[in-house]
């Protein structure tokens, strides 16, 4: 049986891996994005180039898109240059950016009446989960598309788990934020206090991420705050459109969330003194310089 072909729109951090575990699936794929270079090294593993977002869509079974902020997302679906605009009937587009619920229900409304049809399947693991193939995916959109999709998913995420309908997707990614939020304070103010208190913080990890309090935050870039390596497995900039998105959907729910507040505050003050470009973990320099 013939594999479906698949167009893959953003290839950053997280992207790329993925466009290299549907490659090793045997799935043919082209990328585009607006970077050339960055999608190069997935050429030369045997993936096709487009020049835009038309031409990268134009034989494609199912689209795949993960790029930056809303509006990208707005942009390469809804322009005149857009996915919808150039699409054909019975694609199936697939959006794994992290962004608003509305704009995912807004994408899928448009899609129905394209007779296309759509998921929002925004994913979590950071770097780590997209090279080792285990991203938990979180699928808003029909059901039937979902396990259709399933198979494919599988080539990349460990727990995929279908939420709801269109925009459902999006709405458990921004509890993933909040709690992620929650957890990057802890993790980075627990190594803070062992650092204060004379503890070796590398002997403390062994002890506190064996236990209650482990979390990706602390166990995964737990050691990379203590070795002051702050490259990014999520960039910083990407995480203050997440809470932004997570404010303003708590405030349209009218729910009051004083800690989600207090991350994207402190966030926010990094990425305005120049660390958008580094990973989630340089929080710690809210507590030591």
Known sequence: MQKEKIAFIGTGVMGSSIVKHLINASYEVTVFTRTKSKAEPLVGQGARWANNVAEAIEHAD???????????????????????????????????????????????????????????APVSGGDIGARNGTLSIMCGGKKEVFEKLLPILSVFGKQIV?????????????????TVAGNMIGACEAIAYAMESGLDPDTMLRSVTSGAANSFSLSDLGPRIITENYEPGFYVKHFVKDLHIALQEAERLNLKLPGLHL?????ADLLSKGYGEKGTQVLIKKYIK
């Not at 991350?263 to 966030?267: F, P």
Request: proline residues 4%; glycine residues 8%; aromatic residues 6%.
């Open 162 to 178: 279908y939420q709801g309908t269109a925009g459902a997707g999006q709405h458990a990614k921004m509890c993933n934020q909040i």
């Open 263 to 267: 991350a994207y505050d402190m966030y």
């Open 62 to 120: 199912i689209i795949f898109t993960m790029i930056g902020m809303p509006t990208d997302v707005e942009e390469v679906y809804l322009s005149d240059q857009g996915i919808l605009a150039n699409g054909h009937p019975s694609q199936i587009l697939v959006d794994m950016t992290t962004s608003s619920p509305e704009l995912a229900i807004a994408i899928a409304e448009k899609a129905a009446s394209l007779q296309m049809d759509s998921l929002d």
